[in-house]
């Protein structure tokens, strides 16, 4: 890609301290919020179940609901370092210090909007399908009388919702995530790099 003379991409080491530290913490959250999240399930009814691994005499016991964080921490590490290497662009001017510091606000900002969004859609399932909410929508619905046949229809999906098994509840959860964070990204990404491709 052709830049404009007034931009420039950063070279991101991501085996650099500022890297390694950062794509560490970011992995730390990941797991700490799948457990937490998996904590949560399993006090509503969550099924798991723990297997035995032998490595040599040693049986290592491993919850298998726990399996989905390692594809939890890989979408972490993905969509942060995806985000962080399209936008690192800074206007030419710009000295080594300031580049530097510009890169580290990347690294912060890009950690903690994966981690939030994750975070925040993992329970969207359950309060689009919670009482208070088709509460909330069956009120719309009387006020405002054009969206009664859609409110009736977006009550009776979510209703579904409720029937579900809390297995299937949570990995419904954890894969809609997923989903979400990806999308994001991937428009994110396009949005921030559109301006500067335009500066030919």
Sequence with gaps: MEMSERYRRIAVRWKSQKGAIAGLILV????LVSVLFLEYMSV???EDRIEFIQLG???LPVRIMLLPSIGVALLFI???AYLVEE???VKASLGPKQEGSLLS????KYAALV???????LFLPYILGSAMFL???GKMAGLVRFLEPSARSAVSTMSSFSTLSENVKYLLSVNLSAFIVLVVTLLLARRRRTPLMGRR
């Design 57 to 59: 005499t040693l049986n």
């Design 44 to 46: 509503h009814g969550l």
């Design 105 to 108: 606000l990347k690294l912060a």
């Design 78 to 80: 993905f969509a942060w």
């Design 87 to 89: 936008t690192a662009y």
């Design 135 to 137: 509460g909330f929508l």
């Design 115 to 121: 981690t939030t969004v994750f975070t925040s859609s």
């Design 28 to 31: 730390l959250t990941s797991i």
